[in-house]
């Protein structure tokens, strides 16, 4: 399984990223975006279900961030807008094998998004 997240960078408050995360060598149930800023535990941003596209946002991203996914392609999607100085972090993709336990979890090697003030 790999797992290769892409698109992150430096750009100023109240601008937009795109995050693409691509997953191959299974089939994946539920994908998802993890974050992590220095000093802080990983946290979970959003997830979306393979089957019925169903979506899940943390309160701090909701109205600002889109996740999407492309079936096809296995690719999963993260738009960011709006960004602010705290949605600062490395940004992981999470493929999940499985809906019911046990399941399995892959990681992306990370990508960074910093955004200035």
């Known amino acids: 399984v790999q797992v290769v997240e892409s698109g992150g960078g430096l750009v100023q408050a109240g601008g937009s990223l795109r995050l693409s995360c691509a997953a191959s060598?299974?089939?994946?149930?539920?994908m998802a975006w993890y974050r992590q800023a220095p000093g802080k535990q990983r946290e979970l941003v959003a997830t979306?279900?393979?089957?019925?596209?169903?979506?899940n946002y943390a309160e701090s991203v909701k109205g600002r961030f889109t996740i999407s996914r492309d079936n096809v392609k296995n690719t999963v999607y993260l738009q960011m807008n709006s960004l602010k100085p705290e949605d600062t972090a490395v940004y992981y993709c999470n493929a999940r094998v499985g809906s019911m336990w046990p399941t399995r979890d892959y990681w992306g090697q990370g990508t960074q998004v910093t955004v200035s003030s």
């Open positions: 979306i279900t393979t089957i019925g596209g169903r979506t």
């Open positions: 060598g299974s089939t994946f149930s539920t």
